[in-house]
C-alpha cells in the first residue's frame, strides 16, 4: 500500500457543487500539505498542518477549506467548484522542513 | 520570502547526451534546497537534497546537484541520460524557516532516442 493515499484519484463535477478530497497517510509524520499543480505554474500550496490543531493557509487558500481530522489524515474541500479550480491537487506529508512524501494526486475538472 | 526560478520551461536532449537543468533562489542566507521528480502520471519524488556538508550532492538514478552560495544556484546534472529520465523536474525551498516548500515552476526534460 501508499504511505501517501488520495481519493479519489479522478473526479469530474460540475459548477457550484461541493467536492471533498480525502488523504491518508501511513508515514507517521505531523506535518501534512495540500499543493495544486496547474500546467507551467509548477505547484502551490494551499493549506498546510504542523499537526492535528495547526491550520496555516498557503499562497492560494481562497475558495478552499481543509480539515484535519487526525495525525494521518488531511481533506481538502471545495464548497462551491469553479472551473478555474480544475487542476491536479497533490497531498504530501514530511516530518521536518523539506523531505515531502507525495500522494499520486487527484485529478478534479469542474465543468 | 525565498523564491525559485527554473530557467527553462523545457529542455529536449538526445539519449546518452548531458544534461543540466537550471535553479536559482532568491536568498543567499543558509538554505536547505531540493530537486523532485515527477514521472508521467505519478506524484513527485525526492531525487536529491542540499541541507549541509558537501556542495556536490548526488541524489538517484545517476542525477547529481551542485550549490553555489555565491551565485545563488543548484544546478541539476546527469553526464548521460537515457529515455527513462523523460520527466518533469521541480526545484524547491523552504520559504522561509520552518515553513513549506515552495517549488519552481518546474522543467521538462524529454529525452530523445
Known amino acids: 500500500d501508499a504511505d501517501v493515499t488520495q481519493t479519489p484519484r479522478n473526479r469530474i463535477t460540475k459548477t457550484g457543487k461541493r467536492i471533498m478530497l480525502e488523504c491518508s497517510q501511513t508515514?507517521?509524520?505531523?506535518?501534512m500539505y495540500w499543493y495544486r499543480q496547474d500546467p507551467g505554474l509548477g505547484l502551490r500550496l494551499i493549506y498546510y498542518?504542523?499537526?492535528?490543531?495547526?491550520?496555516n493557509k498557503g499562497e492560494i487558500s481562497d475558495g478552499y477549506s481543509v480539515s484535519r481530522q487526525a495525525q494521518a489524515k488531511f481533506s481538502l474541500s471545495l464548497e462551491s467548484a469553479i472551473p478555474n479550480q480544475t487542476a491536479l491537487y497533490f497531498c504530501?506529508?514530511?516530518?521536518?522542513?523539506?523531505?515531502?512524501?507525495f500522494g499520486e494526486g487527484s485529478r478534479l475538472t469542474v465543468l | 520570502a525565498q523564491s525559485v526560478t527554473q530557467l527553462d520551461s523545457q529542455v529536449p536532449v538526445f539519449e546518452e547526451a548531458p544534461v543540466e537543468l537550471r535553479c536559482n533562489y532568491s536568498?543567499?542566507?543558509?538554505?536547505?534546497l531540493f530537486w523532485y521528480v515527477q514521472y508521467p502520471n505519478q506524484g513527485l519524488q525526492l531525487l536529491l537534497k542540499?541541507?549541509?556538508?558537501?556542495?556536490l550532492v548526488k541524489g538517484i538514478n545517476g542525477f547529481e546537484a551542485e550549490f553555489n552560495k555565491s551565485q545563488t544556484s543548484f544546478h541539476l546534472r546527469k553526464p548521460s541520460v537515457h529515455i527513462s529520465d523523460t520527466a518533469e523536474y521541480f526545484c524547491?525551498?523552504?520559504?522561509?524557516?520552518?515553513?513549506?516548500?515552495?517549488f519552481g515552476k518546474g522543467t521538462r526534460l524529454s529525452v530523445i532516442a
Open positions: 498542518s504542523f499537526d492535528v490543531k495547526d491550520i
Open positions: 524547491a525551498v523552504p520559504e522561509g524557516g520552518n515553513t513549506p516548500l515552495v
Open positions: 504530501a506529508t514530511s516530518d521536518h522542513p523539506g523531505e515531502l512524501f
Open positions: 536568498s543567499s542566507v543558509s538554505v536547505y
Open positions: 508515514k507517521g509524520h505531523d506535518r
Open positions: 542540499y541541507l549541509s556538508g558537501s556542495t
